[in-house]
């Protein structure tokens, strides 16, 4: 499917609430498999962040967009595992 995953949920919850449940359970189904290359954006502009997750989408990537810097800073730091300058994973952070 190319439908972007926030619109196929968007649609899915529509079916559910309309007594559709078979139907909404085999749009879900068709959810990609594979693993996209994710894209960090921030930009302030909410406008702007929309046109990159439709883009990015489109391009085949995985969009992780915010809307404020220190909010892409605490995803890297929950979601990236912790390297040290050497480029060596460091023993005290477990990698997600």
């Known amino acids: 499917s190319y439908t ?25 189904g068709t959810e990609e498999r594979t693993v996209k290359q994710k894209v ?7 406008m702007i962040l929309n046109i990159y997750k439709t883009t ?9 967009l915010f809307e404020f810097p220190a909010s892409a800073l605490e995803w890297r730091l929950l979601i990236l595992p912790f390297v040290d300058h050497r480029g060596s994973r460091c023993s005290s952070a477990g990698s997600l």
């Open 56 to 64: 990015l989408h489109e391009l085949g990537y995985e969009p992780v």
């Open 40 to 46: 960090v954006a921030v930009d302030d502009s909410r």
């Open 4 to 28: 972007h995953h926030d619109i196929r949920n968007d649609y899915h919850e529509l079916l559910k609430q309309a007594g559709m449940d078979e139907f909404a359970g085999i749009l879900v």
